[in-house]
């Protein structure tokens, strides 16, 4: 979490974010502990009611959606702009654009997945749809300013901001 812990704590005001792909709502329901409005996004039923249970077990409420990821991106384009956006270990080229598009002026994106080396660290699916190639999302938002970037152990991540 300490990636993003300075940013949460200078941020006045609403603040919302976005989990996309959040899964059992762990980000989501740390940014909902510190005052933010979440949306969750994740396709698995399992994912989204475990979410649910976290949070409501900690007195938090989280908007929790299963449906794809773009489809959530699209539904929050025309209402908000968003703060705050975490995508951890998915990957979906078609929503690059849309997580600009939702992103605020200001706003921080957050993004950490697998890479094509991922299969010399771990076994399991090695299909490369589902690994970014080496530097490819270093180059992925020409749009945002990055304010971190790193690639190491099969893993990439970055940090970056929206200028306004």
Known sequence: MWAYECFLAERTGPRRALDIAGGVGRHAVYLAERGW?????????EAIARADSNAHSRGLSIDTRQES??????SVRGNTCVDLILVFFYLERAVFTPLVEVLAPGGILLVKTRTQDHARFQEGNAHPEYFLRRSEL????PALRSLHYREDG???ELVATRNG
């Open 138 to 141: 270093a180059a992925a938002f």
């Open 69 to 74: 990821a773009l489809q959530t991106l699209e």
């Open 37 to 45: 409005d979440v949306t969750l996004n994740d396709i698995s039923e």
């Open 154 to 156: 099969g893993l990439a």
